[in-house]
T-cell receptor
Framework: GIQVEQSPPDLILQEGANSTLRCNFS?????LQWFHQNPWGQLINLFY???GTKQNGRLSATTVATERYSLLYISSSQTTDSGVYFC????????????FGTGTLLAVQP | DTGVSQNPRHKITKRGQNVTFRCDPI?????LYWYRQTLGQGPEFLTY????????KSRLLSDRFSAERPKGSFSTLEIQRTEQGDSAMYLC???????????FGPGTRLTVT
């Protein structure tokens, strides 16, 4: 089956720093979503980005489907950005179930 | 409230007992998904409904697990004869049609003692 790997697995930042999270996938996908999982376990939608670049405030994402990767940029990080970031890919077919990556655990220190 | 809701948020049960979880999707969403997340891992797909029809089940869904979505609205996930390995966060998501964004509920955290 498809492999979805994220890097780095862990990241510690000082408040105000910028970071780039990467998601690599081993096969063609229909779509890709980025999520932030907060300490209470809630998955918060960040981007729905099958290709191209999108921006939302301090966050932006780029997916290069032909090269099978996606990047999530966090600028001017805040302590509230802490948590686990997941990318999830949607395979073809009728289900559009999501296959989640391995996650990046981000800790932003004041 | 327009988000996905799940109840209960936490459930502690003894091994061998049956448990049932409920998911209420976003009202106009016709697709509903169940995922399971264990500590340190990403969520894994369990099963999927389009309206009231259960169209796909993962191999993770043993015969002790059953899911329903009567009338294509809310869904229930039942686990019979719970085992300690069933301890996990059970997440529900919904979406509107094919190739559309999935939105997740807050999850039900199950602990089997």
């Amino acid at each position: 089956g498809i492999q979805v790997e994220q890097s780095p697995p862990d990241l510690i930042l000082q408040e105000g720093a910028n970071s780039t999270l990467r998601c690599n996938f081993s096969d063609s996908v229909n779509n890709l979503q980025w999520f932030h999982q907060n300490p209470w376990g809630q998955l918060i939608n960040l981007f729905y980005i099958p290709s191209g670049t999108k921006q939302n405030g301090r966050l932006s994402a780029t997916t290069v489907a032909t090269e099978r990767y996606s990047l999530l940029y966090i600028s001017s990080s805040q302590t509230t950005d802490s948590g686990v970031y997941f990318c999830a890919v949607e395979l073809g077919g009728a289900t559009n179930k999501l296959i989640f990556g391995t996650g990046t655990l981000l800790a932003v220190q004041p | 409230d327009t988000g996905v809701s799940q109840n209960p948020r936490h459930k502690i049960t003894k091994r061998g007992q049956n448990v049932t979880f409920r998911c209420d999707p976003i009202s106009e969403h016709n697709r509903l998904y169940w995922y399971r997340q264990t500590l340190g891992q990403g969520p894994e797909f369990l099963t999927y409904f389009q309206n009231e029809a259960q169209l796909e089940k993962s191999r993770l869904l043993s015969d002790r697990f059953s899911a329903e979505r009567p009338k294509g609205s809310f869904s229930t996930l039942e686990i019979q004869r719970t085992e300690q390995g069933d301890s996990a966060m059970y997440l529900c998501a919904s979406s509107l049609g094919l190739k559309s964004e999935q939105y997740f509920g807050p999850g039900t955290r199950l602990t089997v003692t």
